[in-house]
């Protein structure tokens, strides 16, 4: 899961209540609180799971659909989102949020209790359902209770929420996972879930009841059709990519014929081909998305495998890039960054495309093991850098009517990006005979070393794609 940021959707137009103090004040302190409690912990899942899931995989006989707990979370995501933002915009936020929690937990209960990796995988779809709803109605709530002077201060400790589980995240869930188990890096999430429900609880029903109604209404089932034949065309693309056999021709001819159009009207036009402007800024949050986590998804596999570190260990390989994401963030916001958009957006992509390659020498014998860690900065600077500024490009090329459409398309590009890098690395790790070779554990990790090489060599070769696309988020001369 990508840090939010202040830009990346947009927010509803509704008049807030009038300014009394600071989000801190005696107003906006418990809803604050709950709704930054909220994304720490989807932030804590977020970075636990990238440490727990290698033993988790291999425990549960399946580190060939390794890939699919990663991409089946983007895949329900993305159609979540869309389902969110129609459930917000007719019955206002509290309904999608209290059930994207829910259903959170849910999922994190069938992952932590499953058999085997294809309930694993399940959980994780689940997981993100819950997470795709309430990631929107989060936005929505921040609209509709805070008033705009306080707007960007919200925003800015959702992104700081992210800053404290990156750093402790991999300490904590690789120490459960060692001497607990992994189960319980996601057993032990439910039980936390009640605390921020029960401090916002009371002020979001109060700030809602202060709201305008919402415009109520039968929900757009034609857009929601459209995100659900999205997320099943992924789906059965990524099958298609697990089988590697001629009948898989048949599951992938019908994932990408849901999949392709659905997306062509579900994103602005010209996206694919990246078109001049809003486009390809649009394209480009995918392709950063999901080129960095991609490669993200199998860097502690590769340590564990390659290097035989411990879990806590080879989690703690991602925690720079965590802290310098919020670096780069803080970088391109400041004064006299704005003419200089399309610069950030190219260093941005150039930083992460270094990043992945430089994670890459890890494969090297005589390459020390902090060399992951080290590149993983950069890339976070990158990702910093670029995602802020395509985001702050993408509010100021859409007029206020179109806001809300192009930053839920922002949103969806991110899912889609995610889906289908993450499950193109996860056929290439399972093509090249990765998964059968990790598998049988030390000794035998070598062997799946071309697997590794193969998907960071295309994922780096994406990032340098999207750097070479940065020159055309400036829109055509009229």
């Given at each position: ?356 390659g430089g994670a890459a020498l890890?494969l090297l014998p005589g390459a ?5 860690a080290v590149a993983w900065a ?101």
């Amino acid at each position: 899961m990508a840090v939010m940021t202040a830009s990346d959707t947009a927010l509803p137009t509704a008049l807030a209540p009038p300014d009394q103090g600071g989000v801190l004040g005696a107003r906006y302190r418990a809803l604050t609180l709950g709704i930054v409690s909220v994304v720490l912990l989807l932030a804590f899942e977020a970075t636990a799971v990238n440490t727990a899931m290698p033993v988790a995989a291999r425990q549960l006989h399946g580190v060939g659909l390794y890939a699919f707990a990663f991409s089946g979370y983007f895949t329900s995501t993305l159609f979540a989102m869309v389902l969110s933002g129609e459930w917000c915009d007719r019955r206002g936020p509290v309904l999608p949020l209290f059930a994207g929690i829910g259903i959170f937990a849910g999922g994190l209960v069938v992952a932590g209790t499953a058999a085997n990796m294809w309930l694993f995988v399940s959980g994780r779809a689940i997981q993100g359902l819950g997470g795709g709803l309430v990631i929107v109605a989060l936005y929505v709530v921040v609209g509709r209770a805070f008033p705009e002077r306080l707007r960007p201060a919200v925003f800015a400790a959702f992104s700081a929420a992210w800053v404290l589980p990156s750093i402790v995240g991999p300490v904590v869930s690789g120490a459960v996972t060692q001497h607990l188990g992994w189960r319980w890096v996601f057993l032990a999430v439910p039980m936390l879930v009640v605390l921020p429900l029960a401090v916002m609880g009371p002020a979001l029903r109060r700030a809602e009841r202060e709201q305008p109604a919402m415009v109520g209404g039968a929900l757009n089932w034609q857009r929601i059709g459209l995100a659900a034949m999205a997320a099943l065309g992924a789906g059965l693309l990524q099958y298609a990519g697990e089988r590697r056999d001629l009948l898989a021709l048949l599951p992938a001819a019908a994932g990408a014929g849901l999949l392709v159009p659905a997306v062509l009207r579900l994103l602005p036009g010209g996206t694919l081909r990246a078109a001049r402007g809003l486009p390809t800024l649009i394209l480009l949050r995918g392709v950063a998305a999901g080129a960095f986590f991609a490669a993200e998804a199998f860097i502690p596999l590769m340590m564990v495998t390659q290097r035989h570190l411990s879990p806590t260990l080879a989690g703690l390989t991602l925690t720079s890039g965590g802290l310098s994401w919020a670096l780069g963030s803080w970088l391109q916001g400041r004064p006299g960054a704005e003419r200089y958009r399309e610069q950030l957006i190219r260093a941005g992509f150039l930083l992460t495309a270094l990043a992945i390659g430089g994670a890459a020498l890890v494969l090297l014998p005589g390459a020390p093991t902090w060399t992951a860690a080290v590149a993983w900065a950069f890339g976070g600077i990158g990702m910093g850098l670029s995602i802020a500024s395509i985001s702050v490009l993408m509010m100021k090329l859409s007029p206020p009517e179109a806001a809300g459409a192009n930053s839920a398309s922002l949103q969806m590009s991110d899912a889609l990006g995610n889906v289908l890098l993450v499950g193109l690395a996860g056929v290439l790790f399972a093509g090249l005979g990765g998964g059968a070779v990790a598998a049988a554990g030390a000794g035998a990790g070598g062997g799946a070393r071309g697997a590794f090489a193969a998907i960071f060599l295309v994922m780096t070769a994406v990032a340098l794609l999207g750097a070479a696309l940065a020159g055309r988020v400036r829109p055509a001369r009229a």
